[in-house]
């Protein structure tokens, strides 16, 4: 077993490229960074219509699925996660949201000591590079590149003026002082490109740092323990079953399903069931796969006539050849697009503390993930719950580490998210159908018979799903279902850390991808200061 490093981590994703990024800064700090997936170093990538694109394939993706949810009339859900360095910065939509103060506070009142919304704001300032907002609330020197969108896109203008007509605020800032409001989103994006957490924390330093070692292709199949202590992975690569050692620690950052299903693998877990599996018990944590939670979205889908929008139709094809060259020139344009370029946060009650529903305005007519395809133009708005009360779980389908873990959410399975999504729907179609929009669009293409409460129920069992934003399942804190601490070291066993979204004890407001990175910027300041003491 060949020590490579002090720290070994275990996926390439937000969290894993910030902690290796910001370590790897202190040259007495060596950093081996193990991805499943390729570099993601590729127009695909880094052209952000390319998002679109790449949701319902597996290119760069595990495109995994949920098991049948009860919810949702039994169907089963789809989980797409990033397979590349990046991780799901390489798909996703690129929206940079925090979350809400409030968020962060809670996990403080549960214990979870250093990181309240006043703890971790300095974290999420260091890590953006933001275009055009400073202040007390933003960041202009750190990795992470966020900028306005440079779509030029008129829809725009009328996605704004129908959330006036509905009397709606509007917001130019939903990460300042207050979030509430509809506006268009910042993206993680550079002039136009796509800016994943790899191009910002580990490209710009790969070969260039002599203690920061990448590889790719290699899945990580198994912690190695001596005793209680982590001591190094056993994994595959290009088909060989290598095993590599850690100086100091192993940090798991294969994300909300990988990391637990990786430490279930490795013995750490509910015992019984481990026993169950045949797998030999290194420490008993129930907690390990529990908790899941993720935002449940139904999505309002429009047919329009502008060539403005997304679609397939002859006009479209000429338009986009000449969005392909404007974006080879200016990178400007339509191929600029993130897909959800508007947004919003809503309260389906005034007397909540926080939004409770959450916008994402489409440029195209998006269906089932963007797997079924219509001709034509059109819009869609994505309307999801921000703190669904269902919580769900990860569990091992077989001891083989190849196998896809069964991942069950539990969507709407509590019935006071359902409520919610009533009332958050009723909101939501009040922008649909203010005369900005109305003007411009031909048809409903499924909402158009849905009138009453059951119907609105029905419509939403039939067709929501997720919004991509999986947490939870090594949760952090001090109550007997935490696997992690409040330094993220995964209690009861020494040398092993979590540093992922699967940590957030509770599900934040918002858009996970640049918490997510916070984290990892924390983790690393908590281990400098460790190695200081």
């Known amino acids: ?124 300032k260091h890590s953006e590079n933001n275009e055009t907002h400073a202040g007390h609330y933003h960041g202009q020197n750190g990795p992470l590149r966020v900028s306005e969108l440079r779509t030029d896109n008129p829809i725009q203008e009328r996605y704004i003026e129908a959330a006036k007509q509905a009397g709606f605020p509007i917001n130019t800032d939903f990460n300042g002082a207050e979030q509430e409001g509809v506006g268009i989103y910042q993206v993680t994006q550079y002039q136009g490109e796509r800016w994943t957490a790899a191009r910002g924390y580990l490209r710009p330093h790969m070969g260039k740092r002599t203690n920061l070692r990448v590889e790719t292709g290699c899945q990580v199949t198994k912690i190695i323990f001596e005793g209680k202590r982590a001591v190094g992975v056993q994994m595959l690569q290009n088909g060989q079953q290598k095993t590599l050692r850690a100086g100091r620690e192993i940090i798991l950052a294969a994300g909300a399903f990988q990391s637990p299903q990786l430490l279930m693998l490795s013995g750490v877990g509910d015992a019984s069931a481990l026993q169950t599996m045949g797998i030999p018990v290194v420490h008993h944590l129930p907690g390990v796969g529990q908790n899941l939670q993720d935002h449940p979205d139904f999505v309002f889908k429009y047919r329009a006539k502008s060539l403005d929008l997304l679609g397939v139709s002859p006009g479209g094809s000429i338009r986009m050849l000449r969005e392909f060259r404007r974006y080879q020139t200016q ?80 969507f709407l399975e509590h019935p006071e998210d359902m409520d919610t999504m009533v009332k958050g729907f009723k909101l939501t179609r009040k922008i649909m159908d203010a005369p900005a929009l109305t003007s411009i669009r031909s048809s409903d293409f499924q909402t158009a018979d849905v009138h009453t409460d059951d119907e609105i129920r029905a419509v939403i069992r039939a067709t929501s799903d997720t919004v991509y934003h999986p947490i939870g399942t090594c949760k952090m804190g001090v109550d007997a279902m935490a696997v992690v601490d409040p330094t993220l070291k995964v209690i009861g066993v020494q040398g092993l850390r979590v540093v992922d979204a699967s940590i957030m004890p509770t599900l934040i407001g918002g858009n996970t991808n640049a918490p997510t990175m916070m984290i990892g910027e924390k983790a690393a300041d908590m281990i400098k200061a460790e190695l200081r003491q």
């Open 1 to 124: 077993m060949n020590q490579i490093s002090d720290y070994i981590v275990v996926g390439g994703g937000a969290g894993g490229c910030a902690i290796a990024g910001r370590l790897t800064e202190d040259p007495s700090i060596s950093v081996t960074v193990l991805e499943a997936g390729g570099t993601g170093d590729s127009w695909v990538v880094n052209t952000p219509i390319g998002v679109v694109a790449m949701l319902p394939t597996k290119l760069n993706n595990w495109a995994f699925d949920t098991v049948p949810q009860l919810g949702l009339n039994g169907r089963l859900g789809y989980q797409p996660r990033g397979k590349m360095l990046g991780g799901s910065s390489g798909l996703n939509a690129m929206v940079y949201i925090r979350g809400h103060r409030s968020d962060y506070d809670q996990w403080a009142a549960l214990g979870n000591t250093g990181w309240s919304y006043e703890d971790v704001l300095p974290y999420f």
């Open 331 to 410: 990178r400007r344009g339509m191929l600029t697009s993130n897909g959800a370029e508007g947004g919003g946060f809503l309260k389906t009650d005034s007397s909540l503390a926080a939004p409770d529903i959450q916008l994402h305005f489409v440029m195209a007519m998006l269906d089932d993930h963007a797997r079924k395809l219509h001709l034509g133009h059109g819009f869609s708005c994505h309307m999801c719950l921000l703190r669904p009360k269902s919580i769900g779980e990860v569990t091992l389908a077989s001891p083989d580490p190849l196998a896809a873990p069964l991942i069950n959410p539990r």
